[in-house]
Every structure is written in structure tokens, then in C-alpha cells.
């Protein structure tokens, strides 16, 4: 039944048909055999190539509701879904071939609702899928590799909740783990949602020499799966970038030779690959370079770059003799073109001084001022003293208490009781309050505190084996980690508590390795697990002082040479302070 009309496709396509026909022909078709999956498909094909977009949607839908195992039309239709919500909000432009565009400026408020709408159902139905399939690694892994293309491309939680709950089935699954490198690299690469400013970078960020912010402690943890990740040039080069980004100048460099030479070892394989690999070579072998000679070079090498750029916005002369209304025409075009070319190079020339000021030598001993200064601050915030966690009659609480109990109870999380911290109560001048919830099986609990300027929220895990396992809203005003006896990770105070919730569970199941978790049941419970991670965090900080990732997450300018200092000079004051 379908060969006549396969035939039929490919000659349309080749433009050896009437398109239309060809899909009036397919249209009747599937109206007589609505359940034929090789008639959706054959009509996709042509939809595909007349633009119509609305009308794909709809085979892919059809196609799902055929047969629902099909996760790879699922997947499809999420990614339809979500790049062409606009249009499918209004399905009354899909026929319209000359409005084939990935986005639509929607002005009217209802219409960016309806778009909202279909983009979140994208995003619900991909949740879905994916939870479905988390067994299956090999598909997994490939859809994780992909997630910039997918809907929930910006929920850098999910991602990595996703990646980890996929590799506690198969933890040493090798596309997993490329994943799980990509997926932390994704993470550092992100800017916290914490409001700031140029002269006030968040914390925990590294400012790198072309001003570009990096999480330095999701880094590490980044720099971490990429060593356990299968060796690629790919991820090669991205190592190299986010050392280079990093301030890690030296290392940079090396990681750059590295991803040379897989370049060139790929120049020799037959792989899709194999055509830019010489170029990808060249090009890390010059970056290895630049690392080599410092910041100054980078910079000057971008300040090159721009000069470049700035060269080829210059318009230039046709010298073709033109009917005169065309060559009216085409010089109005270039006046219209140079004027914005003129406004562009505005913008790019502005970029100059501050790339430029970037490569300027610090001043040293105003270096040393500030990392004494810091130094001082980091160990007078350790807590020495054991805190005193009483029970609070709930009475007079902070309304960002009361706001929060209905979401903790939509997490399933129970009410264990309303604490105070007397010692936090008297440094801050008002009564320090927080909230203490569990899940259901009292392993997890959450803390959340607020008064004053103050507001935080954490979760907390212990094993039986006195690891502790900690995730904090705190991304952003912090830099700190605490060791590896308590994994600490910070996430925007914004992110979504489900996710957040589902993210700690994920992080807990596959590095605690089956080991049980030791019950919350009381605020007695809480101050003695709490103890516990306060001693396992003032042992690691005697031992190391600070680390080089907690030292390059303080934002100060050139991080090369400040975050040594820094390291220096707490340990300098260790030796002279009782802590």
C-alpha cells in the first residue's frame, strides 16, 4: 500500500512531483488509514521539507498515541513541541512558508501564556519520558549528551539529577560518565541567579581573563568526572577551556597539548570527525601557547581577535555597473548596512579597555592586604564551639517560615518542629529561628532558617559510616566547601525544591553505596548530626587550610595570583591561631 506513495514522497522531494499534490494524495491516505504508522511517516517527510510545522506535531502525536513505546518519536515530539511553541499556540500560521523561523516575538500577554503553556508541557512530558527509561543507559546517555537541544535545556538541576539517577543503575556506564562531565561543566559554567554586580561578583565564582564567570567549586567536581570520563578530543578541549577559565594558566596549556594530540590521532581515524581534526589541532596547539605565556597574551590575543572582527564588518565597494534603480537601491542597502555595522563596531570597541585593563599587573602588596584581610574573616567564621539547637514555641515567627510550609509539605516533607539557635540569636540581635522537616523515612531533613537579611535552606543526610551529605541554597554568597566527610554543594536559593530534593536523594544513593542513612526523628537528633559535621569540618580545615578551588571561588582580579596568596595566608594564620 505504501510503496506507490513512497515513491510518490521521494519524487516530490525531488522536486520531480507537485509537493501539494503529493501531500493531498498522503492526506486522504491517512484519513482512510489513520493507525498506519508508515503513512504518518511518509507524510512527516513531506511536511519536513514544506515547512509545515503544526502539521509534523500533529504525525508525531498521532505517532505516540500508535504506540507509546516509542520513545524516539516521544523525544521528537518533545523537542517539535517546545522549538515551535509559538506557533503552535497560533497553528493558524503553520501554512504560511515565509514565517519558518525558530522563535516569534509574541506581544500580546494571553498568546505568551499559550506559548509558556506548550513549552511547559514540552518540558512535563520529557520529565516523563526520561523517567521512564532511566534503566537504559546507552539511551539515556545519548539524550543527556543532547539536553542544550532539549526543552529543559536550562534546568541545570535536572540535568544532573537525571545524569547521577541514571548512573546508580550502570555507575560505570562510559557514556554516563561523559555525561556526568557535561553535565557539571554545564554547572560552572552557569551564573548564579543572586542579584550582583560588576564591582560585586557572586561568591563562589572565578572571574577569568576575558571576565567570564566560573563556579569553582562545581569545577572540581566537573575537572573530577571529566578524569573518569573515556578520553576524547572533545571533551579534551572543554577541560582545556575550563582550566584556562579557571586562571589555571599552566594547566590550561597542558590539557591544550593533550587535546592536540587526540586532534591529531582523530586526523587519522575515519570518523565524521576526521576533516576539521587538523584545523582543532593547529588551533589547541595555539591556545597551548597563549596559556603558556599568561594572561597578557590571552588578553592581547583577543584584543587581535576584535581587530579582526572590526576588519570584516567593513563594507565594500560593489564595482558592478548597475541599472540605475538597482544601483539606487543597492546604495541605500549599504548606507542602511553601514550604519549598523558602524553601531556594532561601537559595541565590539567598547569591549576593548576592559579586556585590556584585565591584562594589567596588580599591585602586590594590595593583594597581600586583601588575602590577610580574607584570611582573617575565613577562620574567624569557623565554628569552634558546639551550637545549642532548643525547641521554639513557634510563636512570633519570620513570615518567610510561615510562607514556606505549605511547599514543604507538597514535597511530602513532615513538620518535626520550630528551633532556635541561641548563639546565631545573640551575634545577630534577633531570635534566630528555623524550621525542621523529613522525609518520610526520616533520612533527609530540611533546615530553614530566617530573620533579618538572613534566610537559608539545607539539606542534610548522615550515613551510618559518618559521611554526611549536604546540599544548600546558598549559591552565590558562599565559597566555602567543608571536606570530604561532609559533601557540601550549593545550588541558587530559586531552584526548584522538587528538583533540588530529587537531586540530594540522587547524590546520596550513588556515592553513599547502599550504606544506611541515620535517622532524624527530634531536634536532640539534629544537634548531635550537626555536631558530627562541625567536627568533621573544623578537622579538614586544620588539615588544609583552604583549597585551591575554595581559594579561586573568592572573585578577585588576576584569580592566579590572588587565590595563592589567599591559601598562603591562611595557613600563615593557622600556625598562629587557635581554632
Known amino acids: 500500500m505504501t510503496d506507490p506513495l513512497s515513491a510518490l514522497v521521494d519524487a516530490a522531494l525531488a522536486d520531480e512531483h507537485d509537493l501539494d499534490d503529493a501531500l493531498d494524495q498522503l492526506d486522504a491516505a491517512v484519513l482512510a488509514r489513520p493507525l498506519d504508522p508508515s503513512l504518518r511517516?511518509?507524510?512527516?517527510?513531506?511536511?519536513?521539507?514544506?515547512?509545515?510545522?503544526?502539521?509534523?506535531?500533529?504525525?508525531?502525536?498521532?505517532?505516540?498515541?500508535?504506540?507509546?513505546?516509542?520513545?524516539?518519536?516521544?523525544?521528537?515530539?518533545?523537542?517539535?513541541?517546545?522549538?515551535?511553541?509559538?506557533?503552535?499556540?497560533?497553528?493558524?500560521?503553520?501554512?504560511?512558508?515565509d514565517h519558518d523561523h525558530d522563535s516569534e516575538e509574541v506581544d500580546d500577554e494571553a498568546a505568551a501564556r499559550a506559548v509558556q503553556a506548550v513549552e511547559d508541557a514540552a518540558g512535563q512530558r520529557l520529565l516523563a519520558l526520561t523517567q521512564e527509561h532511566l534503566a537504559d543507559a546507552d539511551w539515556m546517555a545519548n539524550l543527556l549528551c543532547?539536553?542544550?537541544?532539549?526543552?529543559?535545556?536550562?534546568?541545570?538541576?535536572?540535568?544532573?539529577?537525571?545524569?547521577?539517577?541514571?548512573?546508580?543503575?550502570?555507575?560505570?556506564?562510559?557514556?554516563?560518565?561523559?555525561?556526568?562531565?557535561?553535565?557539571?561543566?554545564?554547572?560552572?559554567?552557569?551564573?548564579?541567579?543572586?542579584?550582583?554586580?560588576?564591582?560585586q561578583p557572586p561568591m563562589g565564582m572565578t572571574i577569568g581573563p576575558h571576565g567570564e564567570l566560573t563556579d569553582a567549586l562545581a569545577a572540581e567536581r566537573a575537572l573530577a568526572a571529566m578524569d573518569a570520563a573515556p578520553p576524547s578530543a572533545t571533551l579534551a578541549e572543554m577541560r582545556a577551556e575550563l582550566e584556562q577559565s579557571l586562571c589555571r594558566f599552566a594547566t590550561a596549556a597542558a590539557a591544550w597539548d593533550a587535546a592536540a594530540a587526540l586532534w591529531r590521532d582523530a586526523s587519522n581515524a575515519a570518523t565524521d570527525e576526521s576533516d576539521a581534526a587538523p584545523d582543532?589541532?593547529?588551533?589547541?596547539?595555539?591556545?597551548?601557547?597563549?596559556?603558556?605565556?599568561?594572561?597578557?597574551?590571552?588578553?592581547?590575543?583577543?584584543?587581535?581577535?576584535?581587530?579582526?572582527?572590526?576588519?570584516?564588518?567593513?563594507?565594500?565597494?560593489?564595482?558592478?555597473?548597475?541599472?540605475?534603480?538597482?544601483?539606487?537601491?543597492?546604495?541605500?542597502?549599504?548606507?542602511?548596512?553601514?550604519?549598523?555595522?558602524?553601531?556594532?563596531?561601537?559595541?565590539?570597541?567598547?569591549?576593548?579597555?576592559?579586556?585590556?585593563?584585565?591584562?594589567a599587573e596588580p599591585d602586590g602588596a594590595e593583594l597581600e592586604a586583601k588575602a590577610l584581610a580574607i584570611a582573617a574573616q575565613i577562620l574567624g567564621a569557623v565554628p569552634t564551639q558546639r551550637m545549642e539547637w532548643v525547641p521554639h514555641d513557634g510563636t512570633a515567627l519570620d513570615p518567610?517560615?510561615?510562607?514556606?510550609?505549605?511547599?514543604?509539605?507538597?514535597?511530602?516533607?513532615?513538620?518535626?518542629?520550630?528551633?532556635?539557635?541561641?548563639l546565631y540569636s545573640m551575634l545577630l540581635g534577633a531570635p534566630t529561628v528555623g524550621g525542621l522537616w523529613t522525609t518520610a523515612d526520616h533520612g533527609t531533613v530540611l533546615l530553614h532558617i530566617a530573620t533579618l537579611h538572613l534566610e537559608t535552606v539545607d539539606l542534610e543526610t548522615e550515613l551510618d559510616d559518618g559521611r554526611q551529605f549536604l546540599t544548600s541554597l546558598g549559591r552565590g554568597q558562599n565559597f566555602m566547601s567543608s571536606g570530604p566527610r561532609v559533601d557540601t554543594l550549593h545550588l541558587d536559593l530559586d531552584a526548584d525544591m522538587a528538583e533540588v530534593l530529587a537531586l540530594h536523594s540522587a547524590r546520596v544513593a550513588l556515592a553513599g553505596g547502599g550504606v544506611a542513612m541515620r535517622p532524624v526523628r527530634s531536634i536532640p537528633d539534629l544537634e548531635a548530626m550537626l555536631e558530627r559535621q562541625r567536627l568533621a569540618k573544623l578537622a579538614w580545615r586544620r588539615e588544609t587550610g583552604l583549597s585551591e578551588f575554595e581559594a579561586l571561588g573568592v572573585p578577585v582580579e588576576p584569580s592566579?595570583?590572588?587565590?595563592?596568596?589567599?591559601?598562603?595566608?591562611?595557613?600563615?594564620?593557622?600556625?598562629?591561631?587557635?581554632?
Request: hydrophobic residues 45%.
Open 560 to 579: 592566579e595570583q590572588f587565590a595563592p596568596r589567599l591559601t598562603s595566608a591562611v595557613r600563615k594564620l593557622l600556625k598562629t591561631t587557635r581554632i
Open 41 to 97: 511517516r511518509l507524510r512527516l517527510r513531506l511536511n519536513d521539507a514544506a515547512g509545515y510545522r503544526a502539521a509534523q506535531v500533529e504525525d508525531y502525536r498521532a505517532l505516540c498515541g500508535i504506540d507509546p513505546t516509542d520513545r524516539d518519536a516521544a523525544l521528537t515530539l518533545c523537542r517539535m513541541e517546545y522549538r515551535w511553541a509559538w506557533l503552535l499556540a497560533a497553528p493558524e500560521n503553520d501554512h504560511d512558508s
Open 280 to 359: 582543532r589541532a593547529a588551533e589547541a596547539e595555539r591556545r597551548a601557547s597563549l596559556c603558556r605565556a599568561g594572561r597578557a597574551a590571552l588578553v592581547a590575543s583577543s584584543v587581535d581577535e576584535l581587530d579582526d572582527l572590526m576588519s570584516a564588518l567593513e563594507v565594500p565597494a560593489t564595482g558592478v555597473d548597475l541599472p540605475e534603480g538597482a544601483q539606487a537601491l543597492l546604495t541605500q542597502l549599504q548606507s542602511q548596512r553601514r550604519e549598523r555595522m558602524a553601531g556594532l563596531r561601537s559595541e565590539i570597541e567598547s569591549l576593548r579597555p576592559a579586556l585590556t585593563a584585565t591584562a
Open 146 to 199: 543532547a539536553w542544550p537541544e532539549l526543552p529543559l535545556a536550562a534546568n541545570i538541576v535536572a540535568r544532573l539529577r537525571l545524569t547521577l539517577q541514571a548512573r546508580a543503575s550502570q555507575p560505570q556506564h562510559p557514556g554516563l560518565r561523559h555525561a556526568e562531565a557535561l553535565a557539571w561543566l554545564d554547572f560552572a559554567r552557569s551564573e548564579p541567579t543572586i542579584e550582583s554586580t560588576p564591582d
Open 400 to 422: 518567610r517560615l510561615l510562607a514556606a510550609q505549605a511547599r514543604w509539605r507538597a514535597l511530602g516533607l513532615l513538620f518535626l518542629g520550630w528551633t532556635e539557635v541561641p
